[in-house]
């Protein structure tokens, strides 16, 4: 028995009762401890069947913390609904910020997190409305490169995530799901900055022969 949310218990369980080899041996807390960051325990997923059981537990532990026990709590008492403060000067990217409480960050990557967004229900006569540049940046970069297939993509009027993973894969467009439709996002913002086949790894649950 340990308490999960104790770093230094969690390191000690898993680099010295298991004797996991951690990632980086560098990479030390203040206290001396090997470091059980996201990052680390990322690398070590497939070593041993309880690192990805602490990952959910982490995951779910935000989702319920984060949104489950404070939404709820933010609900006006005399609308009975959650209201939200936006500013205009609050981002460098001029974008609309959401705070008290925050609502542009609900989660949306995994199934536990899309529940959170079920309990947004509109007002009677309303709807939610959601408004957004479509891949602003990936049509700049199109027209930069002038390449064909993102530009053919573009003008066709088509999602161009799923072309990439429709041409990366060599599948219909129709076929692509929504998994195979979130690497190719990642690889399309990850060419334009820069990111390595290694980083394509770190945001999805590709291997590297595969992210390469």
Do not use: C, W
């Not at 369980?13 to 059980?36: I, M, Q, R, W």
């Not at 990805?52 to 609308?79: C, F, G, H, M, W």
């Not at 205009?88 to 001029?94: I, K, Y």
């Amino acid at each position: 028995p340990f308490n999960i949310n104790s770093t230094q218990q969690l390191s000690d369980v898993l680099f010295k009762t298991l004797g996991l080899e951690p990632p980086d041996k560098s990479n030390k807390t203040a206290s001396g401890h090997y470091s059980t960051a996201a990052g680390v325990l990322e690398e070590l997923s497939g070593k041993h069947p309880v690192v990805d059981l602490i990952l959910e537990n982490r995951e779910l532990a935000k989702i319920k913390s984060t949104y489950v026990d404070a939404l709820p709590a933010a609900v006006d008492s005399q609308t009975g609904r959650v209201h939200t403060s936006y500013s205009q000067t609050g981002a460098v990217t001029g974008r609309l910020s959401s705070s008290n409480p925050n609502l542009q960050n609900i989660p949306i990557r995994t199934e536990e997190g899309r529940r959170v967004r079920n309990g947004f229900i509109a007002g009677k006569g309303n709807v939610l409305l959601s408004v957004d540049y479509s891949q602003i940046e990936l049509r700049i970069v199109a027209h930069m490169a002038q390449d064909e297939a993102m530009l053919a993509a573009f003008q066709a009027n088509q999602d161009i995530h799923a072309a990439t993973a429709a041409a990366a894969l060599h599948i219909p467009i129709e076929a692509v799901t929504k998994d195979q439709r979130r690497h190719a996002k990642a690889i399309n913002f990850g060419l334009i900055y820069g990111m390595s086949a290694f980083g394509l790894t770190r945001t999805t649950e590709l291997t590297l022969p595969e992210a390469e």
